[in-house]
């Protein structure tokens, strides 16, 4: 009876361990997914406010709520496709893992199949980033800080120093 179970489970362990590596990927790919989902919410948050400003402003604070309307606009284009390309990585990832497991318990020879699964993977994580670098960039151009708040006040005078012996 344990030559009968032997070589299958010694060989589903083999798979199981193979599949745990690309599982450590699909963690890493739903942290991510959790940052871009977080970020995607602060946009609409900031969309909302900005949409309840703008029938209220005049002149050049009504310019900068459409030019910020502007660029939220294509942060949000920006943060869903990122979110995309994220979530087809974890496809491919998933996908990998069951051919990982297909293959090893048939015998089949098509090892590339499993390395063209993961590199398909990291290429679509790397779109994924590629994406988010852009989000942050646009979200830093879209920050304004009013002129006022870059002046700095005129120097005071600075205090004498009291001469005294040390100690």
Known sequence: MDGEFG????????VLQTALTPAFLLVAVGS??????GRLARIIDR????????????????ERVVFELRIIEKRMRVV?????????SAISVCIMIVALFV?????ASA??????????????L?????QFVREIRLAT?????????LELPPPSKPMERKRGKRT
């Not at 991510?32 to 989902?37: A, G, I, K, P, Q």
């Not at 293959?103 to 015998?107: C, I, K, R």
């Not at 390395?115 to 398909?120: D, G, I, P, R, Y």
């Not at 151009?141 to 708040?149: D, G, L, R, S």
């Open 80 to 88: 869903g496709a990122s979110i995309l390309f994220a979530v087809l």
């Open 141 to 149: 151009y879209a920050i304004y800080v009013p002129e006022e708040y």
């Open 7 to 14: 070589p299958d489970l010694v060989a589903v362990i083999s």
């Open 32 to 37: 991510l997914l959790n940052v871009l989902t």
């Open 103 to 107: 293959l090893g318990l048939t015998n």
């Open 111 to 124: 090892a590339w199949v499993a390395v063209a699964l993961f590199m398909l993977a990291l290429a679509l």
């Open 126 to 130: 790397s779109a994924c980033l590629f």
């Open 47 to 62: 969309s909302r406010d900005l949409q309840r400003q703008y029938p209220n402003t005049e002149g050049a604070a009504h």
